[in-house]
């Protein structure tokens, strides 16, 4: 799970991250955020991005089904908000935004389990910090990515707030420039 407060360069950093996987499998990304052109603006600062493959749609079953299909190495799903509101009750009318989230978050752990493959699921949280649905959600996935930027600094940072496979918990820094995004390091 990845969040951050609105600018903080949730998705870009995801996406970078899963440019650099790109090289060695398929990345499949679910934009529900961003426009073509948004997109195609990522994929000349992003080396790499090019060779993610980007649907804009999001029906649960249809999703998971393309998903099974294309056996991506990484999935990154942008944003678990913006897939809630298009979730629906057997009757058809819209699901509860909170019981929306809480079964994104079931179908897509229960299909990373199943198949064995990472998934990203991006969320926003308010200018205050908080995360913008049922905050219990991030006990249900294995981790949670916090973004964090600081604007007088123009300094962005990652951590892990949860991370139930271990490995590193402090600050990792990552910057956004008009032709690259950078991680670790701008040289």
């Known amino acids: 799970f990845i969040t951050g407060?609105?600018?903080?360069?949730?998705?870009?950093?995801?996406?970078?991250?899963?440019?650099?996987?790109?090289?060695?499998?398929?990345?499949?990304?679910?934009?529900?955020?961003?426009?073509?052109f948004q997109l195609a603006?990522?994929?000349?600062?992003?080396?790499?991005?090019?060779?993610?493959?980007?649907?804009?749609d999001f029906d649960?079953?249809?999703t998971i089904r393309l998903l099974e299909?294309?056996?991506?190495?990484?999935?990154?799903?942008?944003s678990i908000q913006k897939a809630a509101r298009k979730m629906k009750l057997p009757d058809g009318k819209t699901m509860p935004f909170n019981t929306a989230q809480y079964e994104i978050v079931n179908l897509f752990t229960?299909?990373?389990?199943?198949t064995w493959t990472p998934v990203f699921l991006i969320g926003h949280c308010d200018k205050s910090g908080n995360y913008k649905g049922p905050s219990d959600l991030l006990h249900d996935v294995d981790s949670h990515l916090q973004v964090h930027y600081d604007?007088?600094?123009?300094?962005r940072?990652?951590?892990?707030?949860?991370?139930?496979?271990?490995?590193?918990?402090?600050?990792?820094?990552?910057?956004?420039?008009r032709d690259s995004?950078?991680?670790?390091?701008?040289y």
Do not use: Y
């Open 5 to 36: 407060n609105p600018g903080a360069a949730k998705t870009t950093l995801a996406c970078a991250i899963g440019a650099c996987l790109s090289r060695k499998v398929s990345i499949a990304f679910v934009s529900l955020e961003m426009s073509e």
């Open 41 to 56: 603006n990522q994929a000349k600062k992003i080396h790499g991005f090019g060779g993610v493959d980007v649907t804009g």
């Open 60 to 62: 649960p079953v249809e």
């Open 69 to 78: 299909e294309m056996k991506p190495g990484l999935v990154i799903l942008d």
């Open 110 to 114: 229960e299909f990373a389990k199943r």
């Open 151 to 155: 604007k007088e600094m123009d300094l």
């Open 157 to 177: 940072t990652f951590c892990f707030g949860k991370n139930r496979f271990g490995g590193l918990m402090e600050d990792s820094c990552f910057g956004i420039t």
């Open 181 to 186: 995004v950078w991680i670790g390091t701008p």
